[in-house]
């Protein structure tokens, strides 16, 4: 009932006495579990908080896998990653993931609309935790394989919360039916080009502040020769496989992915 009518204000909407009816139980039945309505809710919001399909990073992993293999450009990637995303409200249902994506908006309202008890803002902060470390793994990972490393004195850590806020900041402008821009970019803006989300820019952008090459470069593939914007931020150069990741402006592009 949750997922068919969303987190609008909380769980409070969701009444005992009508999932008693849907799930065929008694009053009786019910209240050797819970003493009252409040309680019965709180453990709903609890389970909510708890509740995973998947891993936090099996959607953006599978999103990427055949392509780091095949030799795909950062910027590839990045979009890839990014689209999986909860970008839209009315594509939230779609694709691979979708539930877990459903279950992941769920405790995002909950957690935005401010955990009353001790005990759901412990089960907020696990949960968080949980993407966080996901994710660091996932970032790492990609790090080592495109040659990157984070700039000093960041660290992985510190991409993956400001990736966490990046993602969720987004997620409940879908939950708000915000619609998402998305920019055609062309050869001649001062942008890469294609087609891309705001958010898998914002990404970019991030990774570039964050991020540089960990092997040595040559003076023409230097940071302050690839710069990507008109803020000469260092953005990271071509993956060790080889796969070219300039655009088609000679710029080079950073890593990205999002964050659950």
Same mark, same amino acid.
């Given at each position: ?33 819970? =003493? ?7 453990? /709903?919001?609890? =389970? ?9 990073? +099996? ?30 409200? +009315? ?11 459903? !279950? %992941?908006?769920? =405790? /995002? ?12 803002? =412990? ?14 793994? %996932? ?19 510190? %991409?993956? +919360?400001?990736? !966490? !806020? ?79 990741? !300039? ?14």
């Amino acid at each position: 009932m949750l997922f068919e009518r969303g987190a609008a204000i909380g769980v409070e909407h969701i009444r005992l006495q009508e999932v008693l009816r849907r799930a065929g139980l008694t009053t009786g039945a019910a209240y050797r579990l819970w =003493a009252d309505q409040t309680e019965y809710q709180h453990d /709903l919001a609890l =389970a909510m908080l708890r509740l995973r399909f998947a891993d936090p990073i +099996e959607n953006a992993t599978a999103a990427v896998e055949q392509l780091m293999e095949d030799g795909a450009d950062v910027d590839t990637i990045i979009r890839a990653a990014s689209g999986t995303h909860a970008l839209d409200s +009315e594509r939230r249902g779609e694709g691979r993931g979708s539930r877990d994506t459903e !279950a %992941f908006l769920l =405790a /995002l309202a909950l957690r935005a609309s401010g955990a009353t008890t001790p005990e759901l803002r =412990a089960a907020s902060r696990e949960r968080h935790e949980e993407s966080v470390e996901g994710f660091s793994r %996932f970032y790492e990972r990609l790090m080592k394989a495109y040659g990157y490393r984070m700039k000093t004195p960041y660290t992985v850590r510190d %991409f993956t +919360e400001a990736m !966490a !806020a990046l993602g969720e900041g987004f997620a409940i402008h879908a939950l708000e039916g915000i619609e998402h821009p998305r920019l055609d970019i062309a050869v001649d803006d001062e942008a890469p080009t294609g087609r891309w989300s705001l958010f898998g820019l914002a990404v970019r952008a991030l990774a570039a502040r964050f991020m540089t090459r960990d092997v040595p470069t040559t003076s023409d593939e230097s940071p302050e020769a690839t710069a990507a914007d008109d803020s000469n931020a260092e953005t990271p150069a071509a993956p060790r496989s080889g796969a070219d990741d !300039a655009d088609s402006r000679g710029r080079r592009a950073p890593l990205r992915s999002p964050s659950r």
